[in-house]
């Protein structure tokens, strides 16, 4: 039997746990939101971070024998670290999702696999950040459902992120902005245009 431990995201909190249960024989799940332990790690054949709040230190990195999986809500090299759903569209950088290895940087290891998102904006006005963040959401979790088999075995092929792509603090979110997560998109758009060129007066 393997054993998969998933940080960050409980099952009440994803469907994946479901699915792999569903999908998959011979596997137990366990989760973890606490802050990453060596020796707790490696009981485990499989780690995939989702929704995890804790930087894994590099000394835990490099002490097991394999990489920590993060499936991250943005198209690397783009939006790496906070709110990627709502930087895609305010920067007009790809939408999408992707599963990458974790290393000592925040969302800068070799790329295992992604998919670009497309969000029709033309005369859309239902899109707003809680609804696409819902499906990259789902997205990740197809992602992860799809290559789990490749994970387990170790037997998949990944590539280093080309491009500087862009980065984001939680404290770079422009709240003056957004004031919730149902906001229309297209609105949110005009208000942050608004809000850089009063920035430079």
């Known amino acids: 039997m393997k054993k998969i431990l998933i940080i960050g995201y409980n099952k009440n909190e994803t469907k994946l746990y479901k699915l792999i249960y569903t999908k998959f024989k011979n596997i137990k799940l366990v989760n973890s939101k606490k802050k990453p332990i060596l020796s707790f790690f490696k009981k485990f054949d499989l780690i995939i971070s989702f929704g995890y709040r804790h930087i894994v230190n590099k000394n835990i990195i490099k002490k097991l024998e394999r990489p920590i999986i993060n499936l991250h809500m943005g198209y690397l090299p783009f939006n790496r670290g906070a709110h990627p759903n709502f930087w895609s569209f305010m920067e007009k950088t790809p939408s999408g999702v992707t599963m990458h290895e974790i290393n000592s940087g925040i969302d800068k290891g070799k790329i295992i696999v ?88």
């Open 114 to 201: 992604q998919k670009k998102k497309y969000f029709n904006m033309k005369n859309n006005s239902r899109l707003t950040f809680k609804n696409t963040y819902k499906i990259l959401f789902e997205e990740l979790e197809k992602l992860l459902i799809k290559n789990l088999n490749k994970l387990i075995s170790g037997n998949y092929k990944c590539h280093k992120q080309l491009g500087k792509g862009t980065f984001h603090l939680k404290s770079d979110l422009p709240t003056q902005v957004l004031k919730k997560w149902n906001q229309n998109i297209d609105k949110t758009i005009l208000k942050y245009k608004d809000y850089k060129r009063d920035e430079k007066i």
